[in-house]
């Protein structure tokens, strides 16, 4: 079945620096959107970026110049790389995998990896 496994997630200050990883398995990886969504406490999941399998990325108004979303179809990952923190970046990530087109499947979700902020 389909396994999507994050790590990195921790506690850091202001300003600093994280990367999350995301393993996935059972899955074509290769034709898979893959996202990173993350949900703020006490709000609703929101998406932070994703990257599509023809190669289109993008990320959320709110972390554009500070995160990037990479993939490695080799490897069957992504990672997200997460610049200049703030205290509002302080949410659970999660990994998302989805399959459009004729063999649409998904979404499928990680367990989430817990990033917190510090002011």
């Known amino acids: 079945q389909v396994q999507l496994v994050e790590s990195g997630g921790g506690l850091v200050q202001s300003g600093g620096s994280l990367r999350l990883s995301c393993a996935a398995s059972?899955?074509?990886?290769?034709?898979?959107?893959m996202s990173w969504y993350r949900q703020p406490p006490g709000k609703q999941r929101e998406l932070v970026a994703l990257?599509?399998?023809?190669?289109?990325?993008t990320v959320a108004e709110s972390v554009k110049g500070r995160f990037s979303i990479s993939r490695d179809n080799e490897q069957n990952s992504i990672s997200l790389q997460m610049n200049s923190l703030k205290p509002e970046d302080t949410a659970v990530y999660y990994c998302n995998a989805v399959f459009t087109g004729a063999g649409a499947s998904g979404p499928y979700w990680g367990q989430g990896t817990q990033v917190t902020v510090s002011s």
């Open positions: 990257s599509t399998a023809d190669g289109i990325k």
């Open positions: 059972g899955l074509m990886f290769r034709s898979a959107t």
